[in-house]
């Protein structure tokens, strides 16, 4: 058999700015800072990953990916990519943490996988690609009036439900799910995302006092360490609860999922180092009777094509949070999901990802190659 192994790794810093600054409870982001990684290898393939750091919730920036990554190239020289619970291994070994930047491996050698199987991604996991997929649309913070003028627009414009965020003071909180209601009717879905703002008492009152309103679920109520307390408001809480930044890994969704604290949790690639992890939270999320959401940092169409596959592979995923190249000023990619607007994504099959960036776009951001 052919021997295939890992001759480059090329590393791009690549920025998008936003179409306007997103404020949520942890800051306010105007441009996403995300990293592009192309791995080549001796037979002329080419995997590509994208990663996009949220230093607020991972800890990870474009800069420290960029360093980073470095070393991870150095590693993967040489090396069979098709063996990727090795590779990630090695890489897991090598460096803690950092689950953002490894996404972007984890991404790049599934994209290789798949190529070399003649597969788009999504059937080399076993998937089918006949579900109908709508994101759903992300509100950040503001007044009630911007907030409710903003739900409007996209209720019309045909998202078939939004995300509000939230996370504040409860009667600031309450008064924008109020003004949302009044604008879209009460039979519109709204989920909301506190990321972490409230403690234990004020989630409590504010989840009770947010009843009334017909919400969905709610993201992270407390701190992410605290997984007794988001035990306490979910045993507390008319609305289910979703974990999002308290699940990065498998070990998290092990641990939430045998606390009982929480109704879903959000996989996100940024957070769980890739598909190979989101996999496993998938599977102890069905072994557990609890129910998933796939989200976004601020990637490209790139990494939610990735994503994408992922869900037409994991049915027990059904919530879609894919919005962040919406809220990019520009969308260098080329291939992958195609937008049918009123929030539906859908995928052609093409061998691998199926998706890479301009090649002058990637020429024009800061590069190394290892
Ligand atoms: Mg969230």
């Known amino acids: 058999m052919e021997n295939i192994y890992i001759t480059h790794v090329e590393i791009f810093k690549v920025n998008l700015p936003y179409k306007e600054p997103f404020v949520i409870s942890l800051g306010v982001i105007e441009s996403a800072t995300n990293v592009v990684i192309r791995i080549r290898t001796n037979n002329n393939m080419t995997g590509m990953g994208e990663c996009a750091p949220f230093v607020t919730i991972v800890g990870e920036t474009q800069e420290t990916v960029y360093e980073l990554s470095k070393q991870i190239a150095r590693l993967l020289i040489g090396k069979n990519p098709f063996a990727i619970e090795e590779r990630l291994n090695e890489i897991n070994k090598a460096i803690a943490g950092n689950y953002t930047m490894k996404s972007a491996f984890d991404m790049a050698l599934y994209d290789l996988l798949a190529q070399k199987a003649n597969l788009p991604l999504y059937k080399l996991l076993g998937g089918n690609n006949n579900r109908e997929i709508y994101t759903d649309m992300t509100i950040s913070i503001g007044p ?70 017909n919400i969905e679920h709610c993201e992270e109520p407390v701190p992410k360490w605290n997984n007794k307390a988001m035990a306490k408001v979910r045993a507390n809480s008319p609305i289910p609860i979703m974990a999002d930044e308290s699940v990065f890994d498998h070990h998290d969704a092990f641990k939430l999922a045998s606390m009982d604290a929480c109704d879903y949790f959000n996989i996100k690639f940024s957070k769980s180092g890739g598909i190979f992890n989101a996999l496993k939270i998938n599977a102890i999320a069905e072994a557990a009777g609890i129910k998933c959401q796939v989200g976004c940092m601020s990637e490209s169409r790139f990494a939610l094509t990735a994503l994408m596959h992922f869900v037409l592979a994991s049915k027990n995923v059904v919530h879609y949070d894919m919005d962040s190249s919406l809220m990019l000023a520009a969308d260098p990619v080329v291939g992958g999901i195609q937008y049918q607007g009123k929030g539906k994504w859908i995928l052609n099959d093409t061998i691998g990802i199926g998706a890479t960036f301009e090649e002058d776009f990637l020429n024009s951001m800061e590069s190394v190659i290892i």
């Not at 998202?159 to 209601?181: C, E, H, M, S, Y």
């Open 144 to 213: 009630p009036e911007k907030v409710a003028r903003d739900a409007l627009a996209f209720k019309e414009s045909g998202f078939p439900a939004i995300k509000v965020k939230l996370g504040t003071t409860t009667t600031d909180d309450v008064n924008r799910i109020k003004a949302i209601r009044k604008a879209v009717g009460n039979n519109y879905p709204i989920r909301i995302d506190a990321n972490q703002g409230w403690n234990t008492i004020t989630a409590i009152n504010t989840l009770k006092a947010l009843e009334p309103y």
